[in-house]
């Protein structure tokens, strides 16, 4: 269905109460057409009609006009760089973006995450959540497996103790 269409039926979603049927709709155009900033707009407003502050402040977070409360939302459910990164499925180069404002949002994000990855990312290689949630968690892992061979060894002494008393 041509994009003029589909927005048609949005609409007429939306008239009808079909909401999530709009937003399924809207989700689907934003995926197809990732740097159309209206489509992105639109999308945030159905995210409104859901009270979801932090999804609208996502689609509009390319948006000079968006509300700052919606973007602390955001930024607060996508803590990092790389996941804010991967939210805002952006697809290509900054300069694709339709306003000056949006090229400067995406250059900033992207260099964020560049230096967050120790090397340089693109909007077509954005990293993978595996990638960036198991950064820094190699530390973690030794600790939580350190713990383990104490506590398997603190029972394995107890029962030796308790064996020859």
Sequence with gaps: MPLRDTLSQVDADLAAGRVPVARQRLRGLVSSFPNDLMLR??????????????????????????????TSAFEARYRTAPQRMRALAWHGSESLAQSAFARQQLA???????????????????????ETDNRGSTFAGFLAGTGCVVAVLAIWVNGLVALFD
């Design 108 to 130: 900033a994000i992207r260099a964020a995450c560049s230096e967050a990855m120790g090397h340089p990312v693109d909007w077509d290689t954005v990293p993978s959540s595996r």
């Design 41 to 70: 707009r639109r999308l945030a407003e159905v995210y409104r009609l859901y009270g979801e502050p932090a999804e609208a402040g996502r689609w509009m977070y390319l948006d000079e006009d968006r509300d700052g409360s919606e």
